[in-house]
């Protein structure tokens, strides 16, 4: 049987109807920016397989790193225990960020490194004698699958099953200039009731690619400050060069108190999350008295292997070579951008640093659940390239390796697809 035939029969795949899914097509190997399939295609990874492989498939200089770590040390529990990966990559990760962030704490995914965000800050208040309750969010954020990384996500297909058991937040809209000044006085009217905020930092990714300002964003934060509500940057998407800096928050000037990272973190590589936090966050748990421990943990907390692998793509990262691969494919989105200006079949075009969206312009169901989001997957999938269009959203967010050819064959099927879908 083929891989696909025997995967029918014993797996379930992530957000999948798997009643009328089409077969899932059989990966056996992957390099650069290709993945080569068992019946012999080659299909583009336009997405980086759910934003992860920024360094692109197979990377061999990670290869080399983790081969040689898995010989040395391949786990042990962090808790009473440390190893010389965890310890560097904190050690390097840290300086990087925007503002002042001092602390480290390793889990094993985006999701996981937003739940224990949420629960520093909740617990920050509590351990500092002045619980505050409420928290803050984007209306079409999305931040997990986790109960309470659902919670402060938009609320939404992925979200309604479990509607009776999220916790209530406070949502508001994204900052216009229109709207500002009354999100603003909104944060202002629940005051001390707000424990924290957490964000996408300029790109809503899963809610549709959404983008908006930097100056905007400044000025809630700002606001935020004034009440003393902590500001959490959710950076699992947008970190490690997808908006064209190192980190979207890099274009701020107000400096958040936490940071979720993952995704990119280590290349695609391996699973691994971290959720960073200034010296104000640590010392309000750092006491005599046990309750004050946060009490969070996974069995496979700072992985070594992972951890390895993150330092080998932080090593890639920082080189001069893909600095200029992130303001290349950024100006050449920008002129595909521009070239499809007012085009009638496109509702509107998005981009930021290497991230490209294009809604079609339907006049129909735009949903995630629309059949247009299924026609234009297999529709690309037919010409070699891989996407996940968000409903009538299709968004590229490829490997910073991905070649200029790769790339002008994308947007030339895009523009085909504008005119026979």
């Known amino acids: 049987m083929t891989l696909a035939e025997r995967d029918r029969k014993v797996v379930w795949h992530p957000y999948t ?46 290869a080399e790193k983790v081969s040689a770590q898995l010989k040395s040390l391949e786990h ?27 602390k480290v704490f390793y889990s094993d995914n985006g999701s996981t490194a937003v739940e224990v965000a949420l629960k520093m800050c909740i617990q920050f208040w509590g351990n500092a004698g002045k619980p505050r309750r409420k ?10 699958d986790t109960f309470g990384a659902m919670s402060v996500s938009g609320r939404s297909i992925f979200t309604d099953a479990f509607a009776p058991y999220l916790f209530d937040v406070e949502f508001i809209d994204l900052p216009t200039a229109d709207n500002i000044a009354a999100l603003k006085a909104h944060i202002t009217s629940l005051g001390e009731e707000l424990a924290c905020f957490i964000f996408e930092p300029l790109v809503l990714g899963s809610g549709g690619m959404l983008m908006y300002q930097a100056a905007l964003l400044d000025e809630l934060l700002e606001c935020c400050r004034q009440q003393e509500v902590l500001l959490i940057a959710d950076e699992v998407m947008t970190g490690f060069g997808r908006t064209g800096r190192s980190f979207a928050t890099g274009y701020l000037d107000q400096a958040p108190d936490i940071f979720c990272l993952s995704k990119g973190l280590t290349g695609g590589t391996m699973p691994l999350g971290i959720t960073t936090c200034t010296d104000r966050i640590y010392e309000a748990f750092f006491s005599d008295d046990k309750l004050k ?3 969070h943990g996974h069995s496979f907390t700072a992985n070594p292997i992972a951890c390895t692998a993150a330092l080998a793509s932080l090593d890639l990262f920082v080189e001069p070579e893909t600095q200029l691969n992130l303001y290349r494919i950024s100006r050449q989105h920008a002129a595909f951008a521009a070239k499809l200006s007012g085009h009638t079949r496109l509702r509107d075009i998005r981009q930021t640093g290497t991230i490209l969206a294009l809604e079609w312009e339907t006049g129909l169901d735009t949903s995630y659940l ?14 070699g390239i891989l996407m996940r269009p968000l409903g009538n959203i299709i968004y590229l967010m490829p490997p910073y390796i991905i070649a200029d050819e790769d790339l002008a064959y994308i947007y030339t099927q895009i523009e085909q697809a504008l005119a026979e879908i």
């Open 293 to 295: 421990t946060l009490y």
């Open 370 to 383: 629309s059949g247009l989001r299924d026609r234009l997957y297999t529709w690309f999938l037919e010409r």
């Open 135 to 144: 928290i803050l969010a984007f209306r079409n954020a999305y931040h997990g």
């Open 76 to 102: 042990v529990i962090f808790a009473g225990f440390t190893h010389e990966p965890a310890v560097e990559l904190a050690e390097r990760l840290l300086p990087l960020l925007p503002g002042q962030q001092d």
């Open 17 to 62: 109807q798997m009643k009328n899914a089409l077969p899932a097509i059989g990966i056996t190997h992957a390099a650069g920016p290709y993945l080569y399939a068992e019946h012999g295609k080659r299909y583009i990874d336009a997405v980086s397989s759910w934003w992860v492989n920024i360094h692109g498939h197979s990377h061999p200089y990670i």
